[in-house]
């Protein structure tokens, strides 16, 4: 335990999936108090992470939670917004009710756990949050129309919740994963033909001839979270293994 | 276990502000560590640390500081642009020499160190470019640096994109860093300390930035945490550039 987060409280949304599992590992392992909130536990649970039932959509059971989570800590030191799901849909096959589900999932979540976070968070020596954009939120994967404009507006939220809540001595962030293994990836590669020969084709279109792990993200949210950031405030952090720093590369 | 135990850095710009915290940073983090600089080395340069005198400028110059670099290390792991020079002049009032000292500096010697040292880079090495906010936005008055600066972002994803998976490269965009460039800057306002009270407050950070935190994120970019962060900007600004340069609260 290198101990970046000694003594530090972190609440951790989505934390059961593929990358809030990686963060949850990680925060404990350096020295956070952590919870992992989300709708059901993950499959292994590292030492130090509690898990707590959490629902990002239902404003009544946030506020509960912090309520709740008031009593036991005086201060969040750390949030980190990870819940949010995918659809793969052009905008003419999403249903209205599927565009309902994703916003309240991905952008209603992240502003309902941040607005019931804050009282917590004010009372942190230096507050850290760090919201899930997406590499997606900048340049569109096709048929993630919906997902694409989630993205987008969490990181117009982040640069106004670090705008409005930096003097509150509250940093606000956003990391904006590329491609990373995770459930969700895997999902995305979907039917669209043999999943190993598209692991080689997504693989060799990065400049750094892989995609992301969990743990990749889960090291810059882990920076983000530290005093070392002490800095770094109502920015986008794009890591993606170097895909969005090229242009489209064409089959000649 | 340091995080960068084992490895070999080179630092441009040694001597004073952003470039001396990352040095003595990189140091403290385990690595071996060789900083040049215009002038002779400085009285208070640690003694574990090498100094070169070179410009950046200079393509022999450059070419003897990347042999010094294998003599001292083997190979290298950590290349850091950080020299620079800073002109507080428009376009119209800019001279040819003028032209010549800043992009000589500026973009020519990051160019001429990412040529030379490259190829004597390990597999895993990392290239941090410091650009500045002023590449995508311009500071009033400071037209050549604000392009060069401009360069050094695109040059950044162009290492990338050409060098990777062997080496990562990225840059960081300090906003206002406490350095004798932003007094400096400060010094051209008609009221500096007014200008230095309306700076700040558009700081959701509540303060100017120090050259420790710019030296932060270039030992963690420099790290293999890292390993999957390539060809990317990061901005580190105390939330400056997050919020609209038009606020009503200051008018």
Known sequence: MSGMLAGKTAFVTGGSGGIGSAICTRFAREGARVVAADLSPAAETAQGVDF?????????????????????????????????????????????????????????GTFLTCKFALPLLRRSAGASVVNFGSYDGFIADPGLAAYCATKGA????????????????????AVCPGYVNTPMLQSFFGDSGDIESLKQAVRDVHPVRSYGEPEDIANLVNWLASDEARYASGQLWIIDGGLSAQVQQMRL | ??????????????????????????????????TCGRGARPDDLGEKILWETCDVSARGAVGALAERVVEAFGEL???????????????????????????????????????????????????????SISATAADPGMALYNASKAFVQGLTRSIAVDHGPAIRCNAIAPGWIMTGMADAAFAVARDPAAARRDALRRHPAGRFGAPGDIAALAAWLASDEAAFATGQCYTLDGGMTAASPLNPGLF
């Open chain 1, 154 to 173: 969490v990181h117009a939220l982040t640069r106004a919740m670090a705008c409005d809540h930096g003097p509150e001595g509250i940093r606000v962030n």
């Open chain 2, 1 to 34: 276990m340091k995080r960068l135990d084992g490895k070999s850095a080179l630092v441009t710009g040694g001597r004073r502000g952003i470039g001396r915290a990352i040095v003595e940073r990189l140091e403290a983090e385990g690595a071996r560590v060789m």
């Open chain 1, 52 to 108: 707590v039932d959490y629902d990002v959509t239902d404003e009544q059971a946030c506020r509960q939670t912090f309520d709740t989570l008031g009593e036991r800590w005086n201060s969040l030191d750390i949030l980190v917004n990870a819940a949010g799901i995918e659809i793969e849909k052009t905008i003419e096959q999403t249903s209205l009710e599927e565009w309902n589900r994703i916003f309240a999932i991905n952008v209603t």
């Open chain 2, 77 to 131: 792991d950590i290349l850091v642009n950080n020299a620079g020079l800073q002109i507080e002049k428009t376009v119209v009032e800019t001279s040819d020499a003028d032209w010549d000292a800043l992009m000589g500096a500026n973009a020519k010697g990051v160019f001429l160190l990412c040529r030379d040292c490259i190829p004597i880079m390990s597999a895993g090495g990392s290239i941090i470019n410091i650009g």
